[in-house]
């Protein structure tokens, strides 16, 4: 399938955006950090999400009628993942407005004294919001039977991961920037993430890299007879040749695997590990750069994940 740039940048922006807020809502239930940081925490997944969001939108052919969309939500995916979000911006909304009285608050007001029932019930309802929508924009692939790389059970498992890693990251670099320090436990989650993460996609990888489940007489109603191309349908590229039969060379792909897994997993893995051992280190930076790391690892690896998906139809070319 055509790698657009637009829904790369929609599927990892919007997952991070997401990842961003879930944590910061989990931080709030739990009374992980100040109220400010939070609510700087809210904002930029608001941001995140939405920037994500709006390019998915230049995708389109007729972006002006985008939001017809919302009206399929009982049978598109896409739909779903429209409705999704703008629901999960609600319980953000009431979450970041019961923090800002306590991040405005004269004197540092701590966790525990500005938690509160409301702020437990909207901290609740965006955690399962945020991980609802990040299933669906996964879904929209997922449901896709005529792309095998696509329509594959670890498809949603490495998205919410890819969410919860990168937003994770963002959120523990921005705690240890704002607060001034973190604790170390707080990079277990953020390498146990890495780790699965770097498995189920090797095992994805290898799952896609098998032959396809049908051949050419499938596709040209023979199915079981071997089927060869005489002359080709036509002399010049359509529209299902560029946009479904995207070419990427095998080498290429393997090298461009590699520093995915390298940028989304072994950097963040060693740079989480000093902050995980060391005590009074200063873990902003290190926290940096596993975030920038994973996030930029995201982008190639969803880039693979477009280029390398084929379509059904290219059988029949």
Same mark, same amino acid.
């Given at each position: ?83 999704? &979000?703008? %629901?999960?911006? !609600?319980?953000? #909304?009431?979450? =970041?407005? @019961? +923090?800002? $009285?306590?991040?405005? *608050? ?49 498809? &949603?498992? %490495?998205?919410? !991961?890819?969410? #919860?890693?990168? =937003?994770? @990251? +963002?959120? $523990?670099?921005?705690? *240890? ?51 060869? %191309? ?9 529209? @299902? ?58 982008? %190639? ?17």
């Amino acid at each position: 399938m055509h790698p657009a740039f637009s829904v790369i940048f929609f599927t990892t922006l919007s997952g991070a955006g997401y990842g961003l807020l879930l944590w910061s809502a989990v931080a709030a239930l739990l009374g992980w950090s100040r109220p400010s940081t939070l609510l700087i925490g809210i904002v930029l997944g608001l941001v995140l999400s939405t920037i994500g969001l709006l390019s998915s939108v230049a995708h389109l052919g007729k972006p002006g009628r985008a939001w017809r969309a919302f009206s399929q939500w009982r049978t598109s995916w896409l739909s779903r993942e429209g409705v999704a &979000a703008l %629901v999960t911006c !609600l319980p953000a #909304l009431v979450l =970041g407005v @019961l +923090l800002l $009285g306590p991040s405005l *608050a004269a004197h540092p007001v701590t966790p525990a004294a500005s938690a509160s029932l409301a702020r437990m019930i909207a901290s609740a309802l965006l955690i399962a919001c945020a991980l609802a929508t990040v299933y669906c924009t996964a879904m929209i692939y997922a449901s896709l039977r005529p792309i095998p790389a696509w329509c594959h059970r670890l498809v &949603a498992p %490495v998205y919410l !991961l890819f969410s #919860l890693l990168t =937003g994770g @990251l +963002l959120f $523990g670099a921005l705690v *240890a920037t704002v607060d001034g320090g973190i604790d170390n436990r707080a990079a277990m989650p953020g390498l146990v993430a890495a780790i699965v993460l770097a498995a189920l996609k090797w095992k994805y990888w290898g799952d896609v890299d098998a032959p396809l489940p049908l051949d050419r007489g499938a596709a040209v109603g023979l199915p079981g007879r071997e089927v060869s %191309v005489f002359e080709r349908p036509h002399t010049q590229a359509n529209y @299902l040749t560029r946009e479904m039969g995207f070419v990427v060379a095998r080498k290429h792909g393997r090298v461009l695997r590699a520093i995915a897994m390298v940028l989304f997993t072994v950097l963040p893995v060693l740079a989480l590990l000093p902050v995980a051992l060391v005590v009074h280190l200063d873990a902003a930076p290190w926290l940096w750069v596993a975030a920038l790391g994973a996030l930029t690892g995201a982008f %190639v690896e969803r880039w693979l994940f477009f280029a390398q998906a084929k379509h059904m139809v290219t059988l029949y070319y």
